[in-house]
């Protein structure tokens, strides 16, 4: 199967790592004063998924005092059908409902399929169209390939539908594409961590801002 897309990448923040491009100063992650629980998503099923991979290596770069985790149920929740909502919801969807509730921003990773986004998460996202898991909730994109516009663009309309508040001052795009890093040789690179560290930081201070209602 042979797929053309167009690259069609236009985020100030994208930091292109292999391309020369001047590199953005290193934010530090402020220090916050309570316990800040961050959900990383990724789009991607496969064991060697690089935007899986991106995620954990930006678990690992996280200074103390900020928890971020991996999600990692999305491919066991059902279709999403309104016949099973209600008091019979299945227990899939009820934890992914309070990992999104229990946690004060989400860091999405996606790949592009077909000029989309990954079923998947359109999937998990559809069980919580009707609910406020979203609503007011920092979120931001990082990516795993400067491809994708497509899928980035259609995530971040959907995210916006969903009154969740997009940061994309905090969005990041590694060049992982055809390059299979493991999510340590990823966190090890001087110049890919140190994005990673940075997005991160301007992240938390964006959500701390955002829960002090500025
Ligand atoms: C079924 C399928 C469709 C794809 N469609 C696109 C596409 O439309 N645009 C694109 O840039 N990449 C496309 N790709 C490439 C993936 O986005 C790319 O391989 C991605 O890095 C995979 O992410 P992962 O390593 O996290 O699984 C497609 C890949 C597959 C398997």
């Known amino acids: 199967?042979?797929?053309?897309?167009?690259?069609?990448?236009?985020?100030?923040?994208m930091l292109k790592l292999d391309t020369g491009s001047p590199k953005r100063t290193e934010v530090r992650t402020p220090?916050?004063?309570?316990?800040?629980?961050?959900?990383?998503?990724?789009?991607?099923?496969?064991?060697?998924?690089s935007n899986t991979a991106l995620l954990k290596a930006a678990i690992a770069v996280t200074p103390q005092g900020v928890d971020?985790?991996?999600?990692?149920?999305?491919g066991d929740l059902p279709h999403f059908n309104q016949d099973l909502d209600g008091e019979a919801v299945p227990q899939s969807v009820k934890?992914?409902?309070?990992?999104?509730?229990?946690?004060?921003?989400?860091?999405f990773s996606i790949p592009e399929y077909a000029h989309g986004v990954p079923g998947t998460l359109k999937n998990?996202?559809?069980?919580?169209?009707?609910?406020?898991?979203?609503?007011?909730?920092?979120?931001?994109?990082?990516?795993?390939?400067?491809?994708?516009?497509?899928?980035?663009?259609?995530?971040?309309?959907?995210?916006?539908?969903m009154s969740a508040k997009v940061v994309s001052e905090a969005s990041v795009t590694l060049q992982l594409l055809g390059r299979?890093?493991?999510?340590?040789?990823?966190?090890?690179?001087?110049?890919?961590?140190?994005?990673?560290?940075?997005?991160?930081?301007?992240?938390?201070?964006?959500i701390d801002a955002s829960r002090r209602g500025r």
């Open 1 to 13: 199967m042979e797929f053309r897309w167009t690259l069609r990448c236009s985020s100030p923040a």
């Open 31 to 49: 220090k916050v004063h309570w316990r800040m629980r961050i959900l990383a998503i990724s789009g991607s099923l496969r064991a060697s998924s």
């Open 68 to 74: 971020v985790s991996l999600y990692e149920g999305l």
């Open 95 to 107: 934890d992914w409902r309070s990992s999104l509730r229990a946690a004060d921003g989400l860091v």
């Open 124 to 161: 998990g996202l559809d069980w919580v169209v009707g609910g406020d898991e979203l609503v007011g909730k920092p979120v931001t994109l990082f990516n795993a390939s400067p491809r994708g516009a497509y899928a980035q663009a259609s995530l971040t309309e959907t995210l916006t539908v």
């Open 180 to 206: 299979p890093f493991t999510a340590d040789q990823i966190a090890a690179d001087p110049d890919m961590s140190a994005a990673l560290r940075s997005a991160i930081g301007s992240f938390v201070a964006a």
